[in-house]
């Protein structure tokens, strides 16, 4: 594989939240997970994008986590019915990001028109976390054996040395066909959600490098199939 | 069976996982099994020592069968371990998204059975709630209460049963830290397992010396400076210490009722790598000890190692005032020396020692009685002591201008600020503990802008006909204030190619104030040395080149003296020997701009003049100019100082200047 396409996005929020902190406050991951990446994609396609239709690599920053307050409009499920709860609004504090940059490489380089004219709005979190696409290439890539992989979410091996959080997530979800029926998490791993900041040089499988005058070290994570 | 191969992704779980192995002492997580969970069950009296714990409500809220004793729910705690943990299930068509566990049976089936076999009747089993929620898995959230967080807001999380009676465990060896349980999170395992294992220990210690009717409180004896140094003494038992990459997340949380929340402190790997080199340096290490187990300086202490930053308690002060003035003395020598080598800030030292040594040889009486004082250098009047020492140590040739400059607070802001803050505080540190120096260290300040904008000023004034005045005045303390540099500048115009950007640039601050005070006291340092190289004028590159909003109004003086030299032209033209009148222009200019006293009538007069010849030129009847178009600064307001200046230097650059052609149409 010597070519990718090249997707560049940035905006003014976005909230990658760490999974299962659900109650209380909300608290953000470093780097989106590949299923949240994965949806972006299909936003911008007009459909769901299956795990297995395409190899996808990412580099996240942003320049500060900040927070939110916001009123929360609060439901609840009896059993039967999911209705407003009884208590109405409550106040919930959210950590954001601020102007966050998401870089994303992946291997179809025939859906380079559907980002050029996305069928959707992207967002990265909240409905309001929206992202523009700034540029989209078909960018020149080499295999590397070791680089940078700060903003990015690696499988977790013992002896990854590298610093940042663990992370139990699905891969992907599958929407069940049964409207209602919710989705199914495909492949739970561990993973290791990496600071941008942390610019230790990691030795790792697939990883790639643009050729660029200044190269752009990322992983190239293959889904289970 | 075994239950686990390796960690899960999840840290409330691996922090349960890990309690379970310190408990029972095992060599691998791995050992874990349903039966080794049930012993451990009655070994440790798990129902009972988690109705006893304190931190158990934290972690589980008091809605669950321990504590809400409604429905006679205590009954239902063991029957609904034993079940899950008899009925382990590693395969299923349910994928765990906490751990990655296959398994069939679900939490609530479990459950109900669980309640069937306390002896719940099937009605009263349909009023409970079943399903997990935040009483089983802290912060997972609960249908009833944060539904919208939930997948299409009426499904939870999908978890193995087995986890959660596996996190039953947790409340063994949940310590406190910033008012929340503390989790310890680490890619690297052995270390946040030997940290739980030291946590539980702590905890069975509180347990077994409480009585059995009593409940055992919280355990917030430790700060962050604690679990890091437990981080470190962990670390450097390892045998492969220095290759081991490792970080540590120190979560804060609580799950109880409505105060919820979480919070995660990041050590990152090059953190604990700084304090690993302070750690293992025999002559600080109880110092660094010190340090971190106190709470009011541990936070402080890490967070300015973290971001390279100077660290207040570095130096003597004094806290409070009167009676409850507490005075502290500063760290030691060698940890100063540690903690400046690990922020990268190690060649300041040796300047500061070096002017600690010229104040033992320059002080005056007044700086005597500041020098005995612990917290002397926060002191208004130490500035203007320690400066006077330097001016008389430049006198003897012990000082000079790129030495100052070093010292600044920012040696690239202009206008220039005669600081070092920074500077005093190490200076006083020194001269406090008695660490003197007499080498005057290497000094690169090149390239900095404050070296730029005096080479550029000293060359005006060496070039100036009143060198000599100039010179004296900077050097005498009662007049170096009151020199100017404009004039300079206006004459100097003459003969060599300047900006009024740079003149800005020098001497006014981004709201258009002028600001000369910090430049003459610096000017002071370099005309009191003995040896005072000569410069050649070289240009400055500003930056207010792009800055539209002045190049705009740059341009609207520029135009209005202009439109004075084509009324004066216009005027004069032929008078003398027919051509135009450039002397005239200038020698009526030169007065023009030296005039203070009367500037504002001579101008008024100009635009009125001004005014009548564009109006009989272009046969308009508005005046083209008023005086507020020229007395506003760029920002709009009426800031006269930086208007007459630009008033006088275009004007004075016009009359030297060439006629353009369009001036001439």
Same mark, same amino acid.
């Given at each position: 594989?010597?070519?990718?396409?090249?997707?560049?996005?940035?905006?003014?929020?976005?909230?990658?939240?760490?999974?299962?902190?659900?109650?209380?406050?909300?608290?953000?991951?470093?780097?989106?997970?590949?299923?949240?990446?994965?949806?972006?994609?299909?936003?911008?396609?007009?459909?769901?994008?299956?795990?297995?239709?395409?190899?996808?690599?990412?580099?996240?920053?942003?320049?500060?986590?900040?927070?939110?307050?916001?009123?929360?409009?609060?439901?609840?499920?009896?059993?039967?019915?999911?209705?407003?709860?009884?208590?109405?609004?409550?106040?919930?504090?959210?950590?954001?990001?601020?102007?966050?940059?998401?870089?994303?490489?992946?291997?179809?380089?025939?859906?380079?028109?559907?980002?050029?004219?996305?069928?959707?709005?992207?967002?990265?979190?909240?409905?309001?976390?929206?992202?523009?696409?700034?540029?989209?290439?078909?960018?020149?890539?080499?295999?590397?054996?070791?680089?940078?992989?700060?903003?990015?979410?690696?499988?977790?091996?013992?002896?990854?040395?590298?610093?940042?959080?663990?992370?139990?997530?699905?891969?992907?979800?599958?929407?069940?066909?049964?409207?209602?029926?919710?989705?199914?998490?495909?492949?739970?791993?561990?993973?290791?959600?990496?600071?941008?900041?942390?610019?230790?040089?990691?030795?790792?499988?697939?990883?790639?490098?643009?050729?660029?005058?200044?190269?752009?070290?990322?992983?190239?994570?293959?889904?289970?199939? | 069976?075994?239950?686990?191969?390796?960690?899960?992704?999840?840290?409330?779980?691996?922090?349960?996982?890990?309690?379970?192995?310190?408990?029972?002492?095992?060599?691998?997580?791995?050992?874990?099994?349903?039966?080794?969970?049930?012993?451990?069950?009655?070994?440790?009296?798990?129902?009972?020592?988690?109705?006893?714990?304190?931190?158990?409500?934290?972690?589980?809220?008091?809605?669950?069968?321990?504590?809400?004793?409604?429905?006679?729910?205590? +009954?239902?705690?063991?029957?609904?371990?034993?079940?899950?943990?008899?009925?382990?299930?590693?395969?299923?068509?349910?994928?765990?998204?906490?751990?990655? *566990?296959?398994?069939?049976?679900?939490?609530?089936?479990?459950?109900?059975?669980?309640?069937?076999?306390?002896?719940?009747?099937?009605?009263?089993?349909?009023?409970?709630?079943?399903?997990?929620? +935040?009483?089983?898995?802290?912060?997972?959230?609960?249908?009833?209460?944060?539904?919208?967080?939930?997948?299409?807001?009426?499904?939870?999380?999908?978890?193995?049963?087995?986890?959660?009676?596996?996190?039953?465990?947790?409340?063994?060896?949940?310590?406190?830290?910033?008012?929340?349980? *503390?989790?310890?999170?680490?890619?690297?395992?052995?270390?946040?397992?030997?940290?739980?294992?030291?946590?539980?220990?702590?905890?069975?210690?509180?347990?077994?010396?409480?009585?059995?009717?009593?409940?055992?409180?919280?355990?917030?004896?430790?700060?962050?400076?604690?679990?890091? *140094?437990?981080?470190?003494?962990?670390?450097?038992?390892?045998?492969?210490?220095?290759?081991?990459?490792?970080?540590?997340?120190?979560?804060?949380?609580?799950?109880?009722?409505?105060?919820?929340?979480?919070?995660?402190?990041?050590?990152?790997?090059?953190?604990?790598?700084?304090?690993? /080199?302070?750690?293992?340096?025999?002559?600080?290490?109880?110092?660094?000890?010190?340090?971190?187990?106190?709470?009011?300086?541990?936070?402080?202490?890490?967070?300015?190692?973290?971001?390279?930053?100077?660290?207040?308690?570095?130096?003597?002060?004094?806290?409070?005032?009167?009676?409850?003035?507490?005075?502290?003395?500063?760290?030691?020598?060698?940890?100063?020396?540690?903690?400046?080598?690990?922020?990268?800030?190690?060649?300041?030292?040796?300047?500061?020692?070096?002017?600690?040594?010229?104040?033992?040889?320059?002080?005056?009486?007044?700086?005597?009685?500041?020098?005995?004082?612990?917290?002397?250098?926060?002191?208004?009047?130490?500035?203007?002591?320690?400066? /006077?020492?330097?001016?008389?140590?430049?006198?003897?040739?012990?000082?000079?201008?790129?030495?100052?400059?070093?010292?600044?607070?920012?040696?690239?802001?202009?206008?220039?600020?005669?600081?070092?803050?920074?500077?005093?505080?190490?200076?006083?540190?020194?001269?406090?503990?008695?660490?003197?120096?007499?080498?005057?260290?290497?000094?690169?300040?090149?390239?900095?802008?404050?070296?730029?904008?005096?080479?550029?000023?000293?060359?005006?004034?060496?070039?100036?006909?009143?060198?000599?005045?100039?010179?004296?005045?900077?050097?005498?303390?009662?007049?170096?204030?009151?020199?100017?540099?404009?004039?300079?500048?206006?004459?100097?115009?003459?003969?060599?190619?300047?900006?009024?950007?740079?003149?800005?640039?020098?001497?006014?601050?981004?709201?258009?104030?002028?600001?000369?005070?910090?430049?003459?006291?610096? *000017?002071?340092?370099?005309?009191?040395?003995?040896?005072?190289?000569?410069?050649?004028?070289?240009?400055?590159?500003?930056?207010?080149?792009?800055?539209?909003?002045?190049?705009?109004?740059?341009?609207?003086?520029?135009?209005?003296?202009?439109?004075?030299?084509?009324?004066?032209?216009?005027?004069?033209?032929?008078?003398?020997?027919?051509?135009?009148?450039?002397?005239?222009?200038?020698?009526?200019?030169?007065?023009?701009?030296?005039?203070?006293?009367?500037?504002?009538?001579?101008?008024?007069?100009?635009?009125?003049?001004?005014?009548?010849?564009?109006?009989?030129?272009?046969?308009?009847?508005?005046?083209?100019?008023?005086?507020?178009?020229?007395?506003?600064?760029?920002?709009?307001?009426?800031?006269?100082?930086?208007?007459?200046?630009?008033?006088?230097?275009?004007?004075?650059?016009?009359?030297?200047?060439?006629?353009?052609?369009?001036?001439?149409?």
């Amino acid at each position: 594989m010597d070519k990718l396409l090249e997707i560049q996005l940035s905006g003014w929020t976005a909230t990658p939240r760490l999974p299962f902190i659900l109650s209380g406050n909300a608290i953000c991951m470093h780097t989106p997970s590949y299923s949240l990446v994965l949806g972006i994609i299909g936003c911008c396609l007009g459909r769901v994008v299956h795990a297995g239709e395409v190899k996808l690599g990412f580099k996240y920053k942003y320049d500060t986590a900040a927070q939110d307050m916001e009123t929360r409009h609060r439901l609840e499920f009896d059993g039967k019915r999911i209705k407003k709860h009884s208590k109405g609004t409550d106040a919930y504090m959210r950590e954001f990001h601020t102007s966050p940059k998401l870089t994303v490489w992946i291997d179809r380089l025939d859906w380079k028109a559907y980002f050029d004219n996305p069928i959707g709005t992207p967002s990265l979190g909240r409905s309001q976390d929206i992202l523009k696409i700034d540029k989209v290439t078909i960018v020149r890539v080499s295999k590397i054996e070791k680089g940078n992989l700060g903003g990015s979410l690696l499988p977790f091996t013992t002896g990854v040395q590298a610093g940042g959080q663990l992370v139990q997530l699905a891969e992907a979800y599958l929407e069940n066909n049964e409207v209602g029926s919710g989705r199914t998490p495909l492949a739970s791993k561990v993973f290791i959600s990496i600071p941008h900041d942390n610019g230790a040089e990691i030795i790792f499988n697939n990883l790639y490098e643009t050729k660029e005058e200044i190269p752009v070290s990322f992983y190239l994570h293959e889904f289970v199939k | 069976m075994t239950i686990f191969k390796t960690y899960t992704g999840n840290a409330m779980l691996n922090n349960a996982l890990m309690t379970i192995e310190a408990l029972a002492r095992l060599k691998s997580v791995s050992a874990i099994t349903p039966s080794l969970l049930k012993e451990l069950y009655h070994q440790v009296d798990l129902k009972e020592t988690n109705k006893r714990l304190k931190n158990y409500t934290m972690l589980f809220t008091n809605n669950g069968p321990l504590h809400n004793n409604k429905g006679n729910d205590d +009954r239902v705690y063991g029957s609904l371990f034993s079940t899950i943990v008899s009925n382990f299930e590693s395969e299923g068509a349910n994928i765990c998204e906490i751990s990655g *566990l296959a398994f069939q049976t679900t939490f609530n089936e479990f459950y109900e059975l669980a309640l069937k076999e306390a002896g719940f009747s099937n009605k009263e089993i349909g009023s409970k709630d079943t399903n997990i929620s +935040r009483t089983w898995f802290p912060l997972i959230g609960s249908l009833g209460s944060d539904a919208q967080a939930l997948p299409q807001a009426k499904f939870t999380v999908q978890i193995h049963p087995i986890c959660i009676a596996v996190l039953q465990f947790l409340p063994l060896s949940a310590l406190l830290y910033k008012r929340g349980i *503390l989790l310890v999170d680490s890619s690297n395992f052995e270390l946040s397992r030997e940290m739980v294992a030291q946590n539980t220990q702590t905890l069975s210690e509180k347990i077994q010396n409480i009585s059995l009717k009593e409940s055992v409180e919280n355990v917030r004896d430790f700060s962050k400076g604690d679990y890091l *140094l437990k981080a470190l003494d962990i670390l450097a038992e390892k045998e492969d210490f220095e290759e081991t990459y490792s970080d540590l997340n120190m979560w804060s949380f609580s799950n109880s009722g409505t105060g919820a929340n979480c919070e995660i402190d990041r050590i990152p790997n090059f953190l604990i790598r700084k304090l690993q /080199r302070l750690y293992t340096n025999a002559k600080i290490d109880i110092e660094l000890k010190g340090i971190l187990a106190k709470n009011e300086t541990a936070y402080s202490f890490i967070k300015s190692l973290e971001k390279n930053t100077d660290w207040s308690l570095l130096y003597p002060n004094v806290f409070g005032s009167g009676k409850k003035a507490i005075r502290y003395e500063g760290v030691s020598p060698e940890f100063m020396e540690a903690y400046y080598a690990e922020v990268g800030k190690t060649e300041l030292l040796p300047t500061a020692k070096y002017i600690a040594g010229l104040i033992q040889q320059y002080k005056s009486k007044a700086f005597e009685k500041l020098l005995v004082k612990t917290d002397g250098w926060n002191d208004p009047e130490y500035k203007v002591e320690l400066f /006077r020492v330097l001016v008389k140590a430049t006198e003897d040739n012990k000082w000079g201008l790129e030495q100052h400059i070093a010292i600044l607070d920012n040696k690239d802001e202009l206008p220039i600020k005669n600081t070092y803050y920074q500077f005093q505080k190490l200076i006083h540190y020194f001269t406090w503990k008695k660490v003197q120096s007499n080498t005057l260290p290497p000094i690169y300040v090149l390239n900095t802008k404050v070296l730029k904008a005096c080479k550029w000023i000293i060359s005006l004034i060496q070039k100036d006909d009143k060198v000599n005045a100039i010179k004296s005045n900077l050097t005498n303390p009662n007049e170096n204030a009151k020199v100017g540099f404009n004039r300079i500048v206006f004459d100097a115009l003459a003969n060599t190619e300047i900006a009024l950007e740079e003149v800005i640039e020098i001497l006014y601050d981004e709201e258009y104030n002028y600001r000369k005070y910090g430049l003459n006291e610096v *000017l002071r340092i370099f005309f009191s040395q003995t040896d005072q190289q000569e410069f050649e004028f070289e240009n400055l590159k500003s930056n207010l080149n792009r800055d539209a909003l002045l190049q705009n109004w740059i341009a609207k003086i520029k135009s209005f003296a202009n439109d004075y030299r084509a009324y004066y032209f216009g005027r004069y033209q032929g008078s003398g020997n027919g051509g135009l009148p450039h002397n005239k222009f200038q020698k009526t200019i030169d007065p023009f701009i030296k005039e203070n006293d009367n500037f504002y009538t001579l101008l008024i007069e100009a635009i009125f003049n001004t005014n009548q010849f564009i109006k009989e030129r272009e046969h308009t009847k508005d005046d083209k100019w008023k005086m507020e178009d020229l007395m506003t600064n760029p920002l709009g307001n009426n800031n006269r100082n930086i208007c007459v200046l630009a008033v006088k230097f275009l004007l004075k650059e016009t009359s030297i200047k060439p006629l353009e052609l369009s001036i001439i149409n």
